[in-house]
């Protein structure tokens, strides 16, 4: 028998109705009374919300949860059941985070046939789910594991619990990548068939999540997952899951052997019944999604197509729900890949219900519709007219200023569509479209600037149209895409610069942002072949700049008045206007010299000088008149001109600028010609480092051959302009001569024209004369 202790008191029978009294009973040592207080506590937090935040308030959270791994199985569960009641209040699941507790509740999923132990295990790790940090937890202790496992749990309750779990650790890409390969499919498939509808729900909606991965959708289609998901869209009783069956069966409609399936198990047809007799308009724009999934491929397009599915949409374009609507465009959209759908949609008159939609009030419909249009007036130019009909164009015009990024590119895109047509795009013009596409230039929507700059390729065609785009501010955002590293906007902007060349003052101004630097860093990459075709048309409209960095002037450059040569270009040299040089202090610079030929000719008047001083100082790029050149352009046309042989043209024209030039100068007597001191005189006495080619009375070999491109190019004959080392420059020609006496004979020679030494002697360009002419 065994001895009382005379030191220790009796087993005593405590009762308490005081929460603060029993809550600080829960760090008690006997076991007894651990098993009444946490009794306790657990049916006072059963008792309601307020009770549970009370809990909280009083330091019941750290016992319970220290109590959760107790040796004693009825304080376990105790603790456990009181923690998972309470965790259901939003303020406890956050104190419960801050406890260190997962680790201790994930042990708790294997406790082996104790349901109320799994139960309240996994209502409390539901309440914590939602947070990132508690399911990195949950995945840093291998939770998943045992979740998956207890999907299969007897108990409703646990089901439901696990299925909330997985739904919220799913949000994360890592973890919704590697649910199929821990067996999940399998058991999630199976709950679709619960009585519990909460449960299908639940199953439903981490469907959803998963299988937006493509390994998981194999495993789901290995599974018979999609089979199983027709037969529950099959089952009308079931039609309050259907809405998120369809979600799945959306994703699935990506992979290419998943619609191979649906194709085998006539899964289209029962798409369109749901898309024809829909029970909710939520099912319906669902259902045409998956339409439009489907739509993908070239396969189902062509089934979709047989099925009159143009005939669906347009009557869903007049359905009362906007979402709806928005579907259909979507769908159409999709199914404009098709160009017999194309062709159908037209004449069943669908386009003016979507150019209508254009106007609706949705920010989404406006998007989806005009992504329609897009994609129907591709390729087709009856389409587009069909648009144009509808008074399309004027709306989308409106549209580049849409807030819409993708509405803007879609406008953009449709437009560029439609320009391809005269009519079209003379009246696109008209609404002011040009100017409208400078706001969307700005944009920093990589496909808002792509067809953006497409569609000033096409519209900017012609010089009106180019000046109202460079006086509308859009040629520095026009030259900046040029810095973008995207190769297809890329190629578009050098179109666009291409387009807007052409233009003079549009490629002055191009070449002052830099454009030209820009083009030629391009043009050493794998993009070259567009940036060339910019580079052409910008030197091809700015011959200045052309000669000076090429260093040379072909026959068809033709050079007219305002142009100017400031010598070889180097690297990183700004290009400055003539009007910018014009007014620079003077400096001991190379000198520039202009052909400046009066606006106002008066070379039929008895005395044209008297004339021209009067209308030079308005009409002139510069401040002086070149009155010198006009008597040699006039003097050029009457003696030159007149003569029959093309040969003697040339020579007569070089005799003419020689005289001009300070006559012939034998080769070893060159240093006598003072030239530079004449030029520099000249500068002075003009207060200017522009110097007008006429008023040059000694010039070498550069003055010389720029005086004679410029005379020979006025009076409509043909010499090209290149440039040497150490101010040589010379002039090359072509002459047909006629050897058998046979004009379908005559062969091409081509010369350099002799402008110093033996002035008019053409020079054979390959003969040593005419070598020894290009070099000192």
Not at 290 to 301: D, F, K, N, P
Not at 567 to 583: D, M, R, S, V
Request: glycine fraction near 4%; charged fraction near 20%.
């Amino acid at each position: 028998m065994e001895k009382e202790d005379p030191e220790a008191i009796g087993p005593l029978s405590l009762e308490s109705k005081v929460p603060a009294t029993v809550v600080l009973l829960l760090s008690s040592q006997e076991e007894d009374i651990l098993v009444k207080a946490s009794e306790a506590i657990r049916k006072f937090a059963e008792k309601g919300e307020e009770n549970r935040v009370r809990l909280l308030g009083l330091g019941a959270l750290g016992p319970l949860c220290k109590l959760i791994d107790h040796s004693n199985e009825v304080i376990k569960r105790n603790a456990l059941m009181a923690v998972g009641t309470m965790a259901t209040n939003g303020e406890v699941s956050e104190a419960l985070k801050k406890e260190d507790v997962i680790p201790l509740l994930l042990q708790k999923l294997t406790a082996e046939g104790d349901v109320i132990v799994q139960e309240f295990a996994t209502l409390s790790l539901a309440s914590m789910a939602a947070d990132f940090n508690c399911r990195v937890q949950i995945n840093t202790n291998d939770g998943m594991p045992p979740l998956i496992k207890l999907l299969s749990s007897p108990d409703p309750d646990v089901t439901k619990n696990s299925l909330e779990i997985i739904f919220n650790l799913v949000q994360d890409l890592e973890t919704l990548k590697v649910l199929h390969e821990l067996g999940a499919i399998p058991p999630l498939l199976e709950l679709l068939k619960s009585d519990f509808p909460v449960i299908q729900h639940l199953a439903l909606q981490i469907f959803q999540c998963v299988t937006t991965d493509l390994e998981t959708q194999k495993t789901f289609r290995e599974e018979q997952g999609f089979e199983r998901f027709m037969d529950l869209l099959d089952n009308m009783a079931l039609n309050d899951l259907h809405a998120e069956a369809l979600q799945t069966v959306s994703n699935c409609l990506g992979d290419m052997e998943t619609l191979q399936l649906i194709h085998k198990n006539g899964g289209l047809i029962r798409l369109m019944e749901f898309v024809l007799a829909p029970s909710s308009p939520e099912i319906q724009c669902i259902a045409i999604k998956c339409i439009t999934m489907a739509a993908q491929s070239s396969e189902s397009r062509d089934v979709l197509h047989k099925q009159e599915i143009e005939k669906v949409l347009v009557e869903l374009l007049s359905a009362a729900d906007d979402n709806v609507k928005t579907s259909a465009c979507q769908a159409i959209a999709a199914m404009s890949l098709n160009p017999c759908f194309k062709h159908n949609f037209r004449d069943l008159e669908g386009i003016p219900p979507v150019v209508q939609l254009l106007r609706s009030e949705s920010s989404a419909l406006r998007e989806a519709a005009t992504q329609a249009l897009s994609s129907l007036t591709h390729c087709n130019k009856a389409n587009a007219l069909a648009v144009y009909e509808a008074g399309g164009h004027q709306i989308l015009i409106q549209q580049l200023s849409e807030s819409s990024t993708s509405t803007v590119a879609s406008s953009a895109a449709t437009l560029c569509n439609m320009a391809e047509q005269e009519i079209i795009q003379s009246s696109i013009l008209s609404q002011g479209g040009v100017q409208a596409l400078v706001e969307p230039l700005q944009s920093t929507d990589t496909q808002v600037l792509m067809y953006t700059a497409l569609c000033v390729a096409k519209l900017a065609c012609n010089n009106e149209e180019r000046e109202k785009f460079h006086k509308a501010g859009g040629l520095e955002p026009l030259v900046n895409l040029l810095y973008s590293k995207d190769k297809e906007l890329l190629k578009h902007a050098c179109l666009a610069v291409n387009v807007c060349a052409r233009d003079t003052s549009c490629a002055v101004k191009m070449c002052k942002l830099g454009a030209l630097e820009i083009l030629q860093k391009i043009n050493q990459s794998a993009n070259r072949s567009f940036s060339e075709l910019a580079i052409t048309s910008l030197l091809n409209s700015n011959l200045p700049v052309k000669y000076s960095r090429m260093g040379c002037l072909t026959p068809n450059d033709i050079i007219t008045s305002g142009f100017y040569d400031v010598g070889k270009a180097f690297l990183g040299q700004p290009f400055l206007t003539l009007e910018e040089l014009i007014n620079q202090p003077l400096n001991q610079k190379r000198e520039i010299i202009a052909f400046n030929i009066p606006m106002e000719r008066q070379e039929e008047e008895d005395n044209p000088d008297e004339e021209l001083h009067d209308v030079l100082p308005e009409k002139s790029p510069i401040s002086f008149g070149d009155v010198s050149l006009l008597m040699l352009i006039k003097e050029a046309k009457d003696s030159v001109l007149s003569l029959k042989d093309e040969g003697e043209q040339y020579a007569a024209l070089a005799r003419l600028v020689s005289e001009a030039m300070g006559g012939a100068v034998p080769r070893e007597r060159l240093h006598e010609l003072s030239w530079m001191l004449h030029q520099s005189e000249l500068r002075f006495q003009l207060k200017s480092n522009v110097l007008p080619i006429g008023m040059i009375n000694k010039g070498t070999y550069c003055h010389r051959a720029f005086l004679f491109k410029c005379l020979a190019d006025t009076i409509g004959k043909r010499c090209s302009l290149v440039r040497g080392d150490y101010n040589r420059a010379w002039n090359e020609v072509i002459i047909f001569i006629d050897y058998y006496k046979n004009p379908r004979f005559s062969v091409p020679c081509r010369y350099i024209v002799d402008l110093m030494h033996q002035p008019g002697t053409l020079l054979p360009i390959d003969s040593p004369a005419a070598q020894q002419y290009q070099t000192i």
